[in-house]
């Protein structure tokens, strides 16, 4: 009877410490599960800010060149209407000065030939 109850005890002693094992191990099991998990997210987490990060650089990039380049083609607008205007401010210019000397002298011819006449 002693064997029997000796064989009983250490046989609830002996499955007692296997369910603590197995409950030790797979706590730690979880444990682990639960920080792999947790580095994941956190990778996860740092490559979308790291992509966030590299579109807002791509977009300020690009704003600024889009920027730059309207402000050279408004340079480049200005520029060529200034040059426009000049070249037509020019050429009206010795327009009206041939136009006013032709004029002037056909006047003075005109003149001296009745001049001309007036003494004959």
């Known amino acids: 009877m002693i ?40 990778i996860i987490i740092i490559i979308i800010i790291i992509i966030i990060t590299i579109i807002k650089v791509v977009v300020v990039v690009l704003v600024i060149v889009v920027v730059v380049v309207l402000v050279v083609v408004v340079a480049v607008v200005v520029v060529v209407v200034v040059v426009v205007v000049v070249v037509v401010v020019v050429v009206v210019t010795i327009v009206v000065v041939v136009v006013v000397d032709v004029v002037v002298v056909v006047f003075l011819l005109l003149l001296f030939a009745t001049l001309k006449q007036v003494a004959i």
């Not at 682990?32 to 947790?38: A, G, K, Q």
Request: aromatic share 0%; charged share 0%.
């Open 3 to 42: 064997i029997v109850v000796v064989v009983v005890v250490v046989v609830v002693v002996v499955v007692v410490v296997v369910v603590v094992v197995v409950v030790v191990v797979a706590g730690a099991a979880a444990v682990v599960v639960v920080i792999v998990v947790e580095v994941i997210i956190i």
